[in-house]
């Protein structure tokens, strides 16, 4: 079984910083792209941030230039810094890994288990 273990959530004022972590661990051949989803109370997940095994990143314009999504390999962990913070921020936030556990076997998606973050004064 494959296991993503989230840290780092918490309450934090408008303008503060927060930073995500998400270890991977269990019977791992490779990981390939990890991600940062969240999902406020009564609105779709939606996808925060995203890298490849290479490094290459993608992030909703919401965020744009206040997050940075970042990843250590040989850790198998991946991590979030928000910066910049505002209440609109506030949800719940997943970690998602596309998971190879043997060699021949085809990816398979993982989930971690959330992690609240709430901005507020």
């Known amino acids: 079984q494959v296991q993503l273990v989230e840290s780092g959530g918490g309450l934090v004022q408008p303008g503060g910083s927060l930073r995500l972590s998400c270890a991977a661990s269990?019977?791992?051949?490779?990981?390939?792209?990890m991600g940062w989803y969240r999902q406020a109370p009564g609105t779709q997940r939606e996808l925060v941030a995203a890298?490849?095994?290479?490094?290459?990143?993608n992030y909703a314009d919401s965020v744009k230039g206040r997050f940075t999504i970042s990843r250590d390999n040989a850790k198998a962990t991946v991590y979030l810094q928000m910066n910049s913070l505002n209440p609109e921020d506030t949800a719940v936030y997943y970690c998602?890994?596309?998971?190879?556990?043997?060699?021949?076997?085809?990816?398979?998606?993982?989930w971690g288990q959330g992690t609240q973050v709430t901005v507020s004064s």
């Open positions: 998602n890994a596309l998971v190879k556990r043997r060699i021949g076997v085809r990816v398979q998606d993982y």
């Open positions: 269990g019977s791992i051949f490779s990981i390939n792209d």
């Open positions: 890298i490849t095994r290479g490094g290459s990143t």
